[in-house]
């Protein structure tokens, strides 16, 4: 049996992010097996042009519409693809028939409709961007299965049980078992919390990434967001689903099956790996990252969460158990929260506060589409900021 070819024709959503940037290198490492169509952004007009100047897409696009014009003069006089602009374009573009493969690493709740437009189109959707599992999750994934769209995380940890569990089959694992860096603070005392600054949030350990995702991880919400992802995308009960701290980020996570095999992803920390795994599945391409040696892999060690410095953790357990639109009110007031927190408006601990209290006031009801989605983000937002 001949294994399919990965898909050729590319939307990059976030382009000029982290993700969106190492995708690119991916792209330049796989010469001539990629072709970038659509490359978006929401607001880094320069960089987008640059982009567009060298890749020659079909389209480019910016999410913020009063950035069109900018956009239009930034881009090379000899460019001839279309230009777009707004959240309802960006969307649009995920449907277009000549791309096979959306990779959705739009930042925070933004990046839902694109998502949902890839899905609902039958596409390869490589997913960077985390929130649109955690507030529609259930959306998202019966979507999915009435199209047939293939849903690859690009999470380096849910790339990583995405890859463990296919050693087994589903009803054979225990457990799936997510890591973690512990990010800046893990060690740090939690009665010191109150002096944190914007600086010392924004200096990750292990990965350089993004303003908002880096203060997720320092205050651990980025695993209390996973256990939620994790819940739906690998449909598991949230008992099933277990954080492990890793400060070495080698392990990416873990699957214990039944018989008490674990199951590791290993590499070092390259989001380059699990973006070229998610645009090559199932194959798995020559890459030229040196992903092993024995020094960097000689010393891993393992340690529990501290729930009581990091409350986030509960969080996310919660939303991923109450379901309806918890999780969506979980990841809209957490991002308010790191809005208002790297501002300098609030203070590194209120992040928890916030979150908890606007979690603790969830409306009732079931998300059935995307506007239930967006105004129970609304109102996070708005509970958060009060």
Same mark, same amino acid.
């Given at each position: 049996?001949?294994?399919?070819?990965?898909? $050729?024709?590319?939307?990059?959503?976030?382009?000029?992010?982290?993700?969106?940037?190492?995708?690119?290198?991916? /792209?330049?490492?796989?010469?001539?097996?990629?072709?970038?169509?659509?490359?978006?952004?929401?607001?880094?007009?320069?960089?987008?042009?640059?982009?567009?100047?060298?890749?020659?897409?079909?389209?480019?696009?910016?999410?913020?519409?009063?950035?069109?014009?900018?956009?239009?003069?930034?881009?090379?006089?000899?460019?001839?693809?279309?230009?777009?602009?707004?959240?309802?374009?960006? %969307?649009?573009?995920?449907?277009?028939?000549?791309?096979?493969?959306?990779?959705?690493?739009?930042?925070?709740?933004?990046?839902?409709?694109?998502?949902?437009?890839?899905?609902?189109?039958?596409?390869?959707?490589?997913?960077?961007?985390?929130?649109?599992?955690?507030?529609?999750?259930?959306?998202?994934?019966?979507?999915?299965?009435?199209?047939?769209?293939?849903?690859? !995380?690009?999470?380096?940890?849910?790339?990583?049980?995405?890859?463990?569990?296919? %050693?087994?089959?589903?009803?054979?694992?225990?457990?799936?078992?997510?890591?973690?860096?512990?990010?800046?603070?893990?060690?740090?005392?939690?009665?010191?919390?109150?002096? @944190?600054?914007?600086?010392?949030?924004?200096?990750? !350990?292990?990965?350089?990434?993004?303003?908002?995702?880096? /203060?997720?991880?320092?205050?651990?919400?980025?695993?209390?967001?996973?256990?939620?992802?994790?819940?739906?995308?690998?449909?598991?009960?949230?008992?099933?689903?277990? @954080? @492990?701290?890793?400060?070495?980020?080698?392990?990416?996570?873990?699957?214990?099956?039944?018989?008490?095999?674990? @199951?590791?992803?290993?590499?070092?920390?390259?989001?380059?790996? %699990?973006?070229?795994?998610?645009?090559?599945?199932?194959?798995?391409?020559?890459?030229?990252?040196?992903?092993?040696?024995?020094?960097?892999?000689?010393?891993?060690?393992?340690?529990?969460?501290? /729930?009581?410095?990091?409350?986030?953790?509960?969080?996310? $357990?919660?939303?991923?158990?109450?379901?309806?639109?918890?999780?969506?009110?979980?990841? %809209?007031?957490?991002?308010?929260?790191?809005?208002?927190?790297?501002?300098?408006?609030?203070?590194?601990?209120?992040?928890?506060?916030?979150?908890?209290?606007?979690?603790?006031?969830?409306?009732?009801?079931?998300?059935?589409?995307?506007?239930?989605?967006?105004?129970?983000?609304?109102?996070?937002?708005?509970?958060?900021?009060?």
């Amino acid at each position: 049996m001949t294994t399919p070819a990965p898909p $050729r024709r590319l939307a990059l959503f976030g382009s000029t992010g982290s993700i969106g940037k190492n995708a690119l290198r991916v /792209v330049d490492d796989l010469a001539g097996v990629f072709e970038v169509a659509v490359l978006a952004a929401w607001r880094s007009v320069d960089a987008l042009a640059e982009q567009a100047a060298r890749l020659r897409p079909a389209v480019v696009a910016v999410g913020d519409p009063r950035l069109e014009d900018d956009l239009r003069r930034a881009l090379p006089r000899d460019f001839r693809g279309d230009v777009r602009s707004g959240p309802a374009a960006l %969307a649009e573009l995920a449907l277009r028939d000549d791309v096979d493969c959306v990779l959705n690493a739009v930042t925070g709740a933004a990046g839902l409709p694109v998502t949902l437009a890839a899905v609902r189109a039958g596409k390869r959707l490589a997913l960077a961007n985390k929130e649109s599992l955690v507030a529609a999750g259930p959306l998202v994934m019966a979507e999915a299965a009435r199209s047939g769209a293939e849903i690859v !995380p690009v999470d380096s940890e849910h790339s990583a049980l995405f890859q463990a569990l296919q %050693a087994g089959r589903r009803d054979e694992v225990k457990k799936l078992i997510l890591t973690g860096s512990g990010g800046p603070f893990r060690t740090r005392p939690r009665e010191t919390f109150a002096s @944190v600054t914007r600086d010392e949030a924004l200096k990750h !350990p292990t990965w350089t990434m993004g303003p908002k995702i880096t /203060v997720d991880s320092a205050t651990l919400m980025n695993k209390a967001l996973e256990i939620v992802e994790a819940r739906w995308l690998f449909d598991a009960p949230a008992d099933q689903i277990d @954080v @492990v701290i890793h400060p070495q980020s080698i392990v990416h996570s873990m699957v214990l099956f039944q018989d008490g095999s674990v @199951v590791a992803q290993m590499s070092r920390p390259d989001m380059r790996t %699990a973006i070229q795994y998610a645009l090559t599945w199932p194959r798995r391409l020559p890459s030229p990252l040196e992903t092993y040696s024995v020094p960097a892999f000689a010393n891993l060690t393992f340690e529990e969460p501290d /729930v009581r410095k990091f409350p986030s953790l509960r969080f996310g $357990r919660r939303a991923a158990v109450e379901g309806g639109l918890a999780g969506a009110v979980l990841n %809209a007031a957490n991002e308010k929260a790191v809005e208002l927190f790297l501002e300098g408006r609030i203070a590194f601990p209120e992040i928890f506060e916030r979150v908890e209290r606007t979690l603790d006031r969830t409306p009732s009801g079931v998300a059935t589409s995307l506007d239930d989605v967006l105004a129970a983000d609304a109102w996070a937002r708005a509970e958060a900021a009060a």
